[in-house]
């Protein structure tokens, strides 16, 4: 088969391997510069490759296309494969036709990452044959081609959604859907969140769909009448008007039943005493990663021995240094409203915020409650910050802006007092004045270091 791969990062990359791999013709295309390690990749290999364009009368060549999740719909060169009829794919569709392992698929707009890798770790923890894949930065099709794992646990973004069809999850875990990416949605919160819903399309009596019974959106959007897949809602709280499969009974102890309403005696208890992960949201992505651990077959004692080894991710509510009594956490992954939420409510003392960026449509109506009761200051760094202004001139005692992360930190540890906490949580994309939150959470713990140094 002719395949064409639109896009040359890690998910691009990672097919044009596996389909290699597997026989067919690849010619990959990315209309940007290519990465100097995937370019390596790709020429090593021997397979054909462009930058810096998409050369239509090539790509239309192709009997299908792998898509990388990046490129919208509305692009041209998407616009021109739809009006010919050529099936355009994902990476994880591409790869989920080459593997029989189980695959543990996390999605949600906000904590999947943590749910992934907490999931991951806790598999690997037991001694299972686990890989871990996709949104994280880890191609699945790459790793399907030696095929050497038992599960997959993958992330998996609405983009990487759009275009499966017959990819079929062993375990789907659906965290919650907030409003974001709505440009990518026609503005429809519906459309985005039918776009989740697609993680539970081909499920199947072998597995389990488990999702946060406390999520709105969720509960509107999601209908279970033709699943046929066993269903595993959790919450916070011991609900009685759901059948749950998980919930807390205590602040550091959680129940799981995996046969909600057909045993009520069945539940098993997990600690999460020893856990480092702080604040409401992460109770909920740990209860996730818990049930899917637990439909793997983990013991309790496996898990609770697991959740005290577990190191988050990078610029996750990720505490980088302590200055004159004041802690400073990166939390710059959190790139919406409902992430910088959480954020806010799981830390109880004084804090100095750190916000701003490229705004995406945010409704910061949500954060006026806490920030008037827990912000000490606010801080907006971004090239036009006149929306956090409005919003929040009139609830913080003090706020101030600045372009530059050395300034926002060197302002930041001058209106901090001993015991509060600087909090870098943006609200808000990083593209103003970074290449990327990566980019912004590394400019913050350097900012910290240099400051504590001096």
Known sequence: MNIVILGAAESGVGAALLAQAKGHTVFVSDRGAIQADY??????????????????????????????????????VVQALREKNIPIISEIEFAGRHTRARCICITGTNGKTTTTLLTYHLLKSAGLKVGLA?????????QVIADEHDYYVVELSSFQL???????????????????????YGYSLESYAQAKLRITRNLDSSGAFIYNADDEVTGKYFQS????????????????????????????????????GLDEDSGVEVSTANSPLIG?????????AVLAARVAGLEPEQIEAALATFQNADHRLQLVGEING??????????????????????HQPIVWIAGGT??????????????????????LGVDNSKLRAAFGHVVPHLE???????????????????????????????????????RGRQFAAAVEKLSAS
């Open 162 to 184: 759009d275009d499966t069809y017959d990819f079929r999850p062993w375990v789907s875990v659906l965290l919650n859907i907030t409003p974001d990416h709505l440009d990518r």
């Open 280 to 288: 409401q949201h992460n109770r909920q992505n740990t209860l996730a």
């Open 225 to 260: 009448a033709f699943l046929e897949t066993r269903l595993l809602p959790f919450s916070l709280h011991h609900r009685r008007d759901v059948q749950l499969a998980g919930y807390y009974t205590e602040e550091h102890k959680l129940c799981t039943n995996l046969a909600p």
């Open 39 to 76: 370019k390596e990749q790709l020429t090593q290999a021997g397979i054909e490759f462009e930058e810096s364009q998409h050369t239509l009368e090539r790509i239309l060549q192709a009997e299908e296309v792998i898509k990388s999740p990046g490129i919208p719909e509305k692009a041209p």
């Open 134 to 142: 996709g949104n994280v930065g880890f191609s699945l099709a790459e």
């Open 401 to 439: 802006e600045t372009q530059r992360m050395t300034d926002a930190v060197a302002r930041a540890a001058a209106l901090a007092a001993p015991g509060d906490v600087v909090l870098l949580s943006p609200c808000c994309a990083s593209f103003d004045l970074f290449k990327n939150y990566e980019d």
């Open 326 to 347: 004041a802690r400073y956490i990166n939390d710059s992954k959190a790139t919406n409203v409902e992430a910088a939420w959480y954020a806010l409510d799981g830390i």
């Open 359 to 380: 705004d995406k449509g945010n409704d910061y109506s949500s954060l006026l409650g806490l920030a008037e009761s827990r912000v000490k200051a606010l801080i907006c």
